[in-house]
């Protein structure tokens, strides 16, 4: 039986980060290395095709650091608030 691949929807997937990368906030997955157990995603600034960078695809599960989807400001900063609410709730 084959192993299962970890984060299958990588490629092509979409993020926003929460706070700017080199200017930019909305990244596309245009390409994925596994190396090991580890895998590691190259982000693309949907804006600007030069800006591009590899990152360890678990971060993309933080979300402090990134939103699945592209997000406006607004989006974003009502993620935090309820965040922080909940933080606040224990």
């Known amino acids: 039986m084959p192993k299962k691949q970890k984060f299958p929807y990588l490629l092509g997937s979409k993020w926003t980060a929460r706070h700017n990368h080199w200017g930019w906030r909305h990244f596309q997955v245009v390409n994925r290395k596994d190396k ?5 995603a190259e982000m693309v600034a949907s ?44």
Do not use: H, M
């Open 47 to 90: 804006c600007d095709p030069s800006v591009r960078f590899w990152i360890n695809a678990k971060q993309l599960k933080d979300t402090t650091l990134w939103s699945a989807g592209w997000k406006t400001l607004q989006e974003i900063d009502r993620t935090e608030e309820d965040s922080e609410y909940f933080r606040n709730v224990d």
């Open 36 to 40: 090991g157990k580890w895998i590691f």
